[in-house]
């Protein structure tokens, strides 16, 4: 999670790691520190409409995201 939150660069190779691989740990924290009735609607949105959209894109080299296909 340090690369999301700008503690360190990212690494050329951490390109393959996916948006959705990034996005359970995000979740995982997010959920540690919201109360149910804030997390569960964050949750769901993430699950219903942004995980099946971008969750296969992977994190390119700039921080910008790239399909599988390339």
Excluded: Y
């Excluded at 503690?7 to 190779?13: A, V």
């Excluded at 995980?51 to 894109?57: A, S, Y």
């Amino acid at each position: 999670m340090s690369k999301i939150r700008g503690q360190s660069p990212i690494d050329p190779s951490d390109a393959k790691i996916t948006i959705g691989e990034l996005a359970k740990d995000w979740l995982l924290d997010q959920e540690a520190v919201l109360k149910p009735s804030s997390f569960h609607p964050i949750e769901s949105v993430w699950r219903n409409r942004v995980q099946p959209r971008w969750g296969p894109f992977t994190l390119g080299p700039s921080g910008t995201a790239t399909s599988e296909a390339g």
